[in-house]
């Protein structure tokens, strides 16, 4: 069975202080009421990772994640972290290609595809994300920007690597909106994603792959969204900043 992700992406929020009260909580409350197997991973901004790594490395169901890491090994990039700097204090995951760096950053599918391959080599696993923009959606051109994203991203790994990746669908008009991607809508390009892989690999390879929607995900629209067949998870934004509303949303997934 493909692994079942839920993950929390803080964007630019809290305190060192407030952060790692929120991860206290969670880990309780999870340790309480959550006995199911999808993996939690917790993406604080870059200064909390080795805090928060540390909390959660003794249990085995929490794992943290980096929001974004420089294409480079090593150098003079200041202002960068590399993806080894990531591994090196016990992260386990990196976003790749969020709207956000897309859009405010100028991040490109190229330069992605370099920071996946830093990722990778490092030994960890990005969480490759791709999605449309509202104005993609209503001019019917989302299914070739996202086979753009996905194959300019991803399509340059060998099999052994494709099965490190996580990819997360987030349509950007759903980000932050409250507007949430319809099941229906969200399953048609999970399956559409899912296809690509199987195109470009092998069928066997595509089920493997964890895909996560996106997209103001919260407790009230969780448990329907994960039942659909080819989503395998959440990276959720908003509600990952309150323990009781993301706990709710781990708890959907059955
Ligand atoms: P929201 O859940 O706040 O819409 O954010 C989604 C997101 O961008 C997660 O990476």
Redesign the pocket.
């Known amino acids: 069975m493909r692994k079942k992700i839920i993950a929390g992406?803080w964007k630019m929020n809290k305190t060192l202080e407030e952060g790692m009260g929120l991860v206290s909580e969670l880990s309780n409350m999870l340790k309480d009421e959550y006995q199911g197997s999808a993996e939690v991973v917790i993406i604080p901004p870059f200064v909390h990772l080795n805090a928060v790594s540390k909390l959660i490395a003794d249990n085995p169901r929490l794992a943290s994640g980096a929001q974004n890491c420089s294409n480079h090994k090593s150098g003079a990039y200041t202002g960068e972290v590399s993806a080894g700097m990531i591994g090196s204090v016990g992260c386990k995951y990196v976003i790749i290609g969020?709207s956000e760096r897309r859009q405010y950053f100028g991040e490109h599918n190229a330069w992605l595809a370099q920071k996946i391959d830093a990722v990778l080599t490092a030994g960890l696993n990005p969480i490759y994300c791709c999605g449309e923009t509202l104005e993609e959606r209503e001019n019917n051109s989302h299914f070739e920007v996202l086979e753009k994203q996905i194959s300019e991203g991803l399509f340059h790994l060998n099999d052994d690597q494709i099965k490190q990746v996580v990819v997360a669908y987030?349509p950007v008009w759903?980000?932050?909106t409250g507007k949430t991607a319809s099941t229906a809508q969200a399953q048609e390009i999970h399956a559409f994603i899912r296809g690509l892989i199987s195109k470009k690999y092998n069928e066997a390879l595509a089920q493997e792959i964890t895909i996560q929607y996106?997209?103001?995900?919260k407790a009230e629209n969780a448990a329907e969204l994960f039942a659909a067949p080819d989503i395998d998870g959440a990276?959720?934004?908003?509600?990952a900043l309150q323990s009781r509303s993301f706990v709710d949303i781990v708890k959907a997934m059955a």
Do not use: D, R
């Open positions: 992406n969020h987030e759903a980000i932050g996106g997209g103001s995900v990276l959720v934004g908003g509600a």
